[in-house]
């Protein structure tokens, strides 16, 4: 068996996989102001999920946090973790576009599930499930919300900045003019989409292209993103725990490799 | 330190270092004299410094002293007097450390620089240096005098060189009148020859680092380079060269590297983060990684002709990396992994410094599909920390050598 924990700059991904790979326990819960204390309780979870004990597993730490895990055996980044993770899942993918809470990353996978080349948003939060959750909060919806909110719309307002703080004066500034909140929505989501585009141009558009963490949740982003990159995007079931799995299969990898 | 506590540390520590500081100690206490003789002159990173050591006027690098400031962890501190000032917090770091450190001397390390009589300024090395002393002159009534040394696309053509000459011709009166000093052509010859020959030694310490496994890493090298650039044409940087190279090449004959157990090379591309880049090389060490070259030490190397020697100046001051096109930047990166046989690079995007950061997301992509190695671009600052997250830093650091080891 192997464990991989994924902490997040928003939540915090437990996975538990047997010998071969496959899924005995997964639980996701947010991060919260103390990223030990979370890996601590998303372990407790996954051994009550699996009623196992889970005492000696081999486990591998990612994510922001990932240094913060005293009973992890190793930590790896969360590039190589999503990597292998989707690479699991879907061998064929090529391209990994991931937009968590705190970052955006687009990785180029090889053919043996690592990644080849990768390249991270700037440290400005505009392209990030951050930036997501101000607008939300602006326009006075929960994040669940915004998407199919923003995908009601037929006329997307134009929103030009890219910077999360200017950006919201912006919009502020488009409710002030009465422009409808789906406009709005849908602006967003398509200056986002049109900043991770750019971004994955850098590492260069691969079909198939995969789209992982929590903003894969939120199909109006998938739409934009889809058609400023002209293609397909292939999402898994859990789109924010593909991180914690590879940091799993890692650990089944890791702990072969020890014996 | 104990023996067997060197022993054990990732990193070797230098000996010649001690000669080093005290080398660096003295070039400031000449500042000083000559401040008060009222001799003396701040000067830019790339200026033609030859000059006015030849014409008896001390220098004073306020670039090397923003490292400082960085190294001191002052750069919030003294960068926020500048804004308090009304100087953007885009503007250069070390312009705005300096200008706060004029601003207040008594929170500076070292107490600041001495007091310049002259600033000289040179734009091989970028525009903001003359807005930058014309604030400083502004601050301390000190003259500004700059020398133009338009960008360079290709090869320097002759009617490049005789503009750039003709400014080093007006230099010489600016400095005759300022301190009535004259420039007798012996003397510059005598300064060029040993800052030649300075040069010389300096470039055999760097590529000594060929070697496997590499001699020097970049801390070493961005401490030891501090002679080359600030304190030319004088003997005992020569002896502190000279000193370095024998440590070098006893290192080479042993096998013995920088770090213990050398298992990756890098290179590193641009000004390092001054507050950080210890603990940073200190870490990656541990891992086996050292960086046997980067682009910024490189930077100072080179040899003045035998010809007419103000054209040699004009030449080699107008042809420093920064002052030439991104190709030649490209090439340079290429050449430096391919002859120090390095796996991979890591381009620090300065945040204040524009012309150094500017078109490495287009060169880290020329740069891998020329060489085949991969690279990683990492942000931050060399003197405001405010403009660092070193968690976003260690993750593409870590991710990158997770593709190589």
Same mark, same amino acid.
């Given at each position: 068996?192997?464990?991989?924990?994924?902490?997040?700059?928003?939540?915090?991904?437990?996975?538990?996989?047997?010998?071969?790979?496959?899924?005995?326990?997964?639980?996701?819960?947010?991060?919260?102001?103390?990223?030990?204390?979370?890996?601590?309780?998303?372990?407790?979870?996954?051994?009550?999920?699996?009623?196992?004990?889970?005492?000696?597993?081999?486990?591998?730490?990612?994510?922001?946090?990932?240094?913060?895990?005293?009973?992890?055996?190793?930590?790896?980044?969360?590039?190589?973790?999503?990597?292998?993770?989707?690479?699991? %899942?879907?061998?064929?993918?090529?391209?990994?576009?991931?937009?968590?809470?705190?970052?955006?990353?687009?990785?180029?996978?090889?053919?043996?599930?690592?990644?080849?080349?990768?390249? %991270?948003?700037?440290?400005?939060?505009?392209?990030?499930?951050?930036? %997501?959750?101000?607008?939300?909060?602006? %326009?006075?919806?929960?994040?669940?919300?915004?998407?199919?909110?923003?995908?009601?719309?037929?006329?997307?307002?134009?929103?030009?900045?890219?910077?999360?703080?200017?950006?919201?004066?912006?919009?502020?500034?488009?409710?002030?003019?009465?422009?409808?909140?789906?406009?709005?929505?849908?602006?967003?989501?398509?200056?986002?989409?049109?900043?991770?585009?750019?971004?994955?141009?850098?590492?260069?558009?691969?079909?198939?292209?995969?789209?992982?963490?929590?903003?894969?949740?939120?199909?109006?982003?998938?739409?934009?993103?889809?058609?400023?990159?002209?293609?397909?995007?292939?999402?898994?079931?859990?789109?924010?725990?593909?991180?914690?799995?590879?940091?799993?299969?890692?650990?089944?990898?890791?702990?072969?490799?020890?014996? | 330190?104990?023996?067997?506590?060197?022993?054990?540390?990732?990193?070797?520590?230098?000996?010649? +270092?001690?000669?080093?500081?005290?080398?660096?100690?003295?070039?400031?206490?000449?500042?000083?004299?000559?401040?008060?003789?009222?001799?003396?002159?701040?000067?830019?990173?790339?200026?033609?410094?030859? =000059?006015?050591?030849?014409?008896?006027?001390?220098?004073?690098?306020?670039?090397?002293?923003?490292?400082?400031?960085?190294?001191?962890?002052?750069?919030?501190?003294?960068?926020?007097?500048?804004?308090?000032?009304?100087? &953007?917090?885009?503007?250069?770091?070390?312009?705005?450390?300096?200008?706060?450190?004029?601003?207040?001397?008594?929170?500076? #390390?070292?107490?600041?620089?001495?007091?310049?009589?002259?600033?000289?300024?040179?734009?091989?090395?970028?525009?903001?240096?003359?807005?930058?002393?014309?604030?400083? &002159?502004?601050?301390?009534?000190?003259?500004?005098?700059?020398?133009?040394?338009?960008?360079?696309?290709?090869?320097?053509? #002759?009617?490049?060189?005789?503009?750039?000459? +003709?400014?080093?011709?007006?230099?010489? &009166?600016?400095?005759?009148?300022?301190?009535?000093?004259?420039?007798?052509?012996?003397?510059?010859?005598?300064?060029?020859?040993?800052?030649?020959?300075?040069?010389?030694?300096?470039?055999?310490?760097?590529?000594?680092?060929?070697?496997?496994?590499?001699?020097?890493?970049?801390?070493?090298?961005?401490?030891?380079?501090?002679?080359?650039?600030?304190?030319?044409?004088?003997?005992?940087?020569?002896?502190?060269?000279?000193?370095?190279?024998?440590?070098?090449?006893?290192?080479?004959?042993?096998?013995?590297?920088?770090?213990?157990?050398?298992?990756?090379?890098?290179?590193?591309?641009?000004?390092?983060?001054?507050?950080?880049?210890?603990?940073?090389?200190?870490?990656?060490?541990?891992?086996?990684?050292?960086?046997?070259?980067?682009?910024?030490? +490189?930077?100072?190397?080179?040899?003045?002709?035998?010809?007419?020697?103000?054209?040699?100046?004009? &030449?080699?001051?107008?042809?420093?990396?920064?002052?030439?096109?991104?190709?030649?930047?490209?090439?340079?990166?290429?050449?430096?992994?391919?002859?120090?046989?390095?796996?991979?690079?890591?381009?620090?995007?300065?945040?204040?410094?524009?012309?150094?950061?500017?078109?490495?997301?287009?060169?880290?992509?020329?740069?891998?599909?020329?060489?085949?190695?991969?690279?990683?671009?990492?942000?931050?600052?060399?003197?405001?920390?405010?403009?660092?997250?070193?968690?976003? =830093?260690?993750?593409?650091?870590?991710?990158?050598?997770?593709?190589?080891?």
């Amino acid at each position: 068996m192997g464990i991989g924990l994924d902490l997040g700059s928003s939540t915090t991904k437990g996975v538990l996989v047997d010998k071969n790979g496959k899924i005995i326990a997964a639980r996701l819960i947010p991060t919260g102001a103390i990223a030990s204390k979370a890996a601590e309780n998303v372990l407790e979870e996954l051994t009550k999920l699996s009623q196992l004990d889970l005492g000696d597993v081999s486990t591998v730490s990612t994510g922001y946090g990932r240094t913060q895990v005293e009973f992890a055996h190793e930590s790896i980044t969360e590039i190589t973790c999503h990597s292998v993770g989707v690479h699991s %899942l879907n061998p064929g993918i090529k391209l990994l576009i991931d937009v968590g809470g705190q970052d955006s990353k687009v990785i180029r996978i090889g053919s043996k599930g690592r990644p080849t080349n990768f390249e %991270l948003n700037d440290k400005c939060s505009a392209g990030t499930g951050r930036f %997501l959750e101000v607008m939300a909060r602006v %326009l006075e919806v929960s994040i669940d919300e915004l998407g199919p909110l923003a995908l009601k719309s037929k006329f997307p307002c134009l929103i030009s900045s890219t910077c999360t703080v200017f950006a919201e004066s912006e919009v502020i500034g488009r409710i002030g003019s009465g422009e409808s909140p789906a406009n709005i929505a849908a602006g967003v989501h398509q200056a986002m989409a049109a900043k991770i585009s750019t971004l994955s141009r850098r590492v260069g558009v691969a079909s198939p292209t995969a789209v992982t963490g929590g903003v894969a949740r939120n199909p109006a982003f998938c739409h934009y993103l889809s058609a400023a990159l002209n293609c397909d995007l292939w999402i898994p079931k859990e789109p924010q725990l593909t991180g914690a799995l590879g940091a799993a299969i890692l650990a089944i990898a890791r702990a072969s490799d020890t014996e | 330190m104990s023996e067997k506590a060197k022993e054990e540390k990732a990193y070797r520590v230098l000996e010649s +270092h001690g000669f080093l500081q005290r080398v660096v100690f003295r070039y400031m206490l000449e500042g000083h004299a000559a401040s008060e003789e009222g001799k003396l002159a701040w000067v830019t990173s790339g200026f033609p410094v030859e =000059i006015p050591v030849a014409m008896d006027v001390g220098v004073s690098y306020p670039e090397q002293y923003g490292a400082v400031i960085g190294s001191e962890k002052a750069g919030p501190k003294l960068c926020g007097y500048a804004e308090e000032l009304g100087y &953007s917090q885009e503007l250069c770091s070390y312009a705005r450390a300096s200008i706060g450190s004029v601003k207040h001397p008594e929170e500076s #390390p070292l107490e600041g620089l001495p007091a310049p009589q002259a600033l000289l300024a040179c734009n091989n090395i970028c525009g903001t240096v003359l807005r930058w002393y014309d604030a400083i &002159s502004q601050m301390t009534g000190a003259p500004v005098f700059l020398v133009d040394t338009p960008p360079l696309e290709g090869e320097q053509l #002759p009617h490049h060189i005789a503009y750039v000459r +003709h400014g080093l011709d007006d230099l010489v &009166s600016f400095l005759s009148e300022q301190f009535g000093t004259t420039l007798e052509e012996d003397k510059l010859r005598e300064v060029t020859d040993l800052a030649t020959e300075t040069i010389g030694v300096w470039t055999q310490c760097l590529e000594a680092c060929k070697n496997k496994p590499s001699p020097l890493n970049c801390a070493d090298r961005f401490l030891a380079m501090a002679p080359v650039v600030a304190i030319r044409g004088r003997d005992y940087t020569l002896e502190y060269y000279q000193m370095l190279l024998n440590e070098v090449k006893d290192r080479v004959t042993n096998g013995l590297g920088a770090i213990r157990d050398e298992k990756v090379r890098l290179l590193w591309d641009n000004i390092p983060p001054w507050f950080r880049v210890f603990r940073i090389m200190g870490s990656l060490a541990k891992r086996g990684v050292v960086f046997p070259a980067d682009t910024y030490t +490189h930077a100072w190397t080179g040899s003045f002709k035998d010809e007419d020697r103000m054209d040699s100046i004009a &030449s080699m001051y107008s042809n420093v990396y920064l002052n030439k096109g991104l190709e030649a930047k490209v090439d340079k990166m290429c050449g430096l992994i391919k002859d120090y046989d390095l796996d991979g690079f890591v381009m620090f995007s300065v945040r204040s410094c524009k012309r150094y950061s500017l078109g490495q997301l287009v060169s880290k992509e020329l740069v891998s599909e020329r060489t085949g190695v991969p690279g990683v671009v990492i942000e931050g600052d060399m003197v405001d920390s405010r403009l660092q997250n070193d968690a976003q =830093i260690e993750t593409r650091l870590d991710a990158l050598l997770e593709m190589l080891l």
